[in-house]
């Protein structure tokens, strides 16, 4: 991936990839708590999500100190994109819902290129 291969561990590109991924994974989180019609399912997903946003604040804080908990990121991203994925790329899928699954797709590349990187290093 080339912002691995641009960016060394201690840049501030990791930083922005991990301040911007905590902005998405709070206020994604924070719509589905909220959200009138949500089941207390997806408010608890939401809770979660909206939790993984606070791991992030703190690698986004100290990337080499604690990215080493965006392997359970990286892990948690794929795997919704693939429980998610066929029903919201598929016929009668959801715009907004496969929006967030591709924000997650991408948020996880580059998790497992910073995971990559810092094990080179």
Not at 25 to 49: F, H, K
Not at 71 to 77: C, E, P, Q, R, Y
Not at 80 to 92: D, N, Q
Request: proline share 3%; hydrophobic share 55%.
């Amino acid at each position: 991936m080339e912002i691995a291969a641009t960016c060394s561990v201690s840049s501030r590109g990791w930083t922005v990839l991990f301040w911007t991924a905590a902005l998405f994974n709070l206020l994604i989180g924070l719509a589905a708590m909220i959200s009138p019609e949500a089941s207390i399912d997806a408010r608890t997903v939401g809770l979660l999500v909206f939790s993984f946003g606070v791991v992030y604040i703190q690698v986004a804080r100290d990337p080499l100190r604690f990215g080493p908990v965006l392997w359970a990121g990286a892990l948690g991203k794929l795997g919704v994109v693939g429980l998610l994925g066929p029903g919201a790329f598929g016929e009668g899928g959801s715009v907004l819902v496969a929006g967030g699954l591709l924000g997650d797709a991408l948020f996880a590349l580059g998790f497992l290129a910073f995971l990559f990187k810092t094990s080179e290093e």
